[in-house]
C-alpha cells in the first residue's frame, strides 16, 4: 500500500519540484532584461546630457565670451572714428554683434530650462539667471538710445556703458564656473577649453588696452617730409634756431632803423641847400 502511494505521489512530486525553476527563470531573464534597457537608457541620457550642456555652454561661449566684447570693441573704435562712414559702418557692427549675442543668450537660456534641473542651488545658475536679466534690460536700454546733445545723453551713455561692461566682466567669469559644473558633472576634463577661452581673454584685453594707447603710440613720431621728429624736438626748438631768430629780429629793426635816419638827414640837407 505504501509503495503503491509513493509510486502515484510521484509525478506529483516532480511537477512541484520543478514548477519553482520553471517559473524561476523567466522572471530571472525578465529582470535581466529590464536591468540591461535601464543601463542602455542611462547611457542614452547621460550621452545627450553631455550633448546638451556642450551646446548649452558653446551657445554661451559665442554669446558673452566672444561677441559681447567684440561689440564693445567695435564701439570704441567708431567713438576715434572721423570718417562719418566708418563711424555708421562701426556702429552698425556693434548693433549686430550685441543683437546676435542677446539671441545665442536666449537660445542657451530656453536650452537649459528644457534639459536641465535648475533648482538654482549653484552660483553658475543664479549668476545666469541674473546675467539674462541684465541682457534684456541692456538690450531695452540699448534702443532707447536718445539722440545726441539731449538732455538725457549723458545719463544714458553712462548707465549703457557700466551695464554692458559689467555685463560682459560677470559674463566672462560665468562661462568659468560653467565649466567647472561641466567637468562636476561628467567627469570630463575641461583644461584645453580653458585654456583656450583664457587666452581669447587676454587676446581681447590687449586689443581693448592697445585703443587706448594708439593714439598716444602714433603721436610719438610725426612724420615730415622724410625724417621722423619726436614731440621733444616740437616742443623745445634746438639752440642754433633760437639764436638765429634772436639776431634776425633786431637785425631787421636795425636796417630799418637806419634807413630811416638816413633818409632823414638826406631830406635835412635838400632843404638847407634850397
Excluded at 91 to 105: D, G, N, P
Excluded at 127 to 138: E, H, M, P, R, V
Excluded at 176 to 187: I, N
Excluded at 258 to 270: I, Q, V
Amino acid at each position: 500500500m505504501i509503495k503503491k502511494l509513493a509510486y502515484s505521489t510521484a509525478p506529483t512530486n516532480l511537477i512541484f519540484l520543478t514548477l519553482p525553476l520553471v517559473g524561476c527563470s523567466p522572471h530571472e531573464q525578465l529582470n535581466k532584461a529590464s536591468s540591461h534597457s535601464i543601463k542602455q537608457n542611462n547611457h542614452k541620457m547621460s550621452h545627450q546630457m553631455t550633448s546638451e550642456m556642450t551646446v548649452h555652454g558653446l551657445l554661451l561661449w559665442a554669446s558673452m565670451g566672444l561677441l559681447m566684447p567684440l561689440g564693445i570693441l567695435t564701439i570704441r573704435m567708431s567713438n576715434r572714428e572721423k570718417c562719418r562712414r566708418w563711424f555708421k559702418l562701426l556702429f552698425y557692427m556693434h548693433v549686430i554683434l550685441q543683437t546676435v549675442s542677446v539671441l545665442l543668450a536666449t537660445a542657451g537660456a530656453v536650452l537649459s530650462i528644457k534639459s536641465f534641473e535648475n533648482s538654482f542651488n549653484n552660483h553658475h545658475q543664479r549668476i545666469g539667471l541674473a546675467l539674462y536679466a541684465a541682457i534684456l534690460l541692456q538690450a531695452f536700454i540699448g534702443f532707447r538710445r536718445p539722440h545726441r546733445k539731449s538732455k538725457g545723453r549723458s545719463l544714458w551713455y553712462f548707465a549703457h556703458w557700466v551695464l554692458g561692461t559689467t555685463i560682459s566682466l560677470v559674463g566672462i567669469f560665468n562661462i568659468y564656473t560653467g565649466l567647472e559644473a561641466f567637468h562636476k558633472r561628467t567627469s570630463r576634463s575641461t583644461r584645453l577649453w580653458t585654456i583656450l577661452f583664457t587666452a581669447q581673454i587676454f587676446f581681447m584685453a590687449f586689443l581693448y588696452l592697445f585703443q587706448d594707447k594708439w593714439d598716444y603710440i602714433q603721436k610719438q613720431g610725426i612724420v615730415l617730409g622724410n625724417e621722423a621728429i619726436s614731440p621733444s624736438d616740437q616742443t623745445i626748438p634746438p639752440p642754433q634756431e633760437n639764436q638765429k631768430e634772436s639776431n634776425f629780429e633786431p637785425s631787421t629793426k636795425s636796417n630799418s632803423l637806419g634807413s630811416y635816419f638816413s633818409k632823414s638827414n638826406a631830406l635835412k640837407k635838400l632843404f638847407q641847400l634850397t
